[in-house]
């Protein structure tokens, strides 16, 4: 364990070393005067040495002053020195995490236009469904999808996750056509037990066509059910504005017009203490803006916020 004095008492030492006054001192450090006496009382109490000896109206070091002065500068650079390349990297540096299809359906495709409008700033961008530590510091701000504002933290509800069957036009045609909910349950779908079908089916109003439905292969994330949709392996539960580029290249097309919102929406969280660090202020701006820029006429409704109890997003 480190003998070490007051770092108080220390830091003012260092000060009026470097001024060769008291006054200076003080005023560098915010204090006043008789502080600055106080604090090297209690030093050089501790030390059993002096440090400062009068000299006329001014002071002095003493040896020992100056033989421990130059050190002790040194180290005081040397701190801040560590803690600058902290706090630069902390403003010249945005960690966001956000979930799989999130992050890789529509942030990634869009983020660069953020990056441009903030070139001294770099971007990391966490992919993952894993819920990191905000206070912690594992990033500074997450993509959440959840009910309601996320508790702790700042929230800014940004989409609902409309959620309908999409299928390849290609895989469409090689079946009857699809006019109801009954005729599309007839085609083989992928990850046919996902909670989404049953949300779906059960909005569209109607059961399960005659017979157990079709087997189908289980994916455990939006993007590989997309994935496969698009490569014409059979109907996939989505959600559209996770996959607009598809949808407008012809590559995904809605069998049928109807669509439900899942019972989460996605959210902007962060800890409230970084609500005005201008990384995290203008992230916020740029975001918002984009989420109107890209749902548009807004056909699937995702600018309504939630109302339903809170679960984990898909």
Known sequence: MRRLPPLAAVRVFEAAA?????????????????????QMKLLEERLGAPLFARSGRGIMLTDHG??????????????????????AESENVLTITAPQTFATNWLAGRIGSFQLSRPGLAVRLDVSDRIVDLAAGEADVAIRG?????????SHF??????TPLAHPDFLA????????????KLPRLSPDDDWWELW??????????????????????ILDGNAAIAGHGV????????????????LVQPLPHFVSYRNGFWLVYPANKRNLPKVRAF????????????????????????????PSK
């Open 158 to 163: 940004l989409m609902r996750m409309p959620v």
């Open 146 to 154: 959840a009910f309601s504002p996320w508790p702790g933290l700042e």
């Open 201 to 222: 089916i059960d909005s569209a109003a109607t059961g399960e066509p005659d017979g157990k439905p079709q087997p189908g292969i289980r994916f455990e994330s939006q």
């Open 284 to 311: 916020r701006e740029w975001l918002l803006a984009e989420v109107l820029t890209a749902v548009g006429d807004d056909p699937y409704g995702v600018l309504v916020p939630t109302d339903a109890e809170e679960q």
């Open 236 to 251: 996939a539960i989505l959600s559209p504005p996770m996959w607009q580029p598809a949808i407008e290249a012809g590559l």
């Open 174 to 185: 090689k079946y009857p056509p699809v006019r109801e909910a009954a005729d599309l349950l």
């Open 18 to 38: 470097r001024h060769g006054n008291f006054t200076r001192a003080a005023e560098e450090l915010g204090m006043t005067q008789a502080a600055v006496s106080y």
């Open 66 to 87: 100056r033989r421990i002065a130059p050190q002790v500068t040194s180290a005081f650079d040397t701190m801040g020195e560590a803690f600058g390349s902290v706090r």
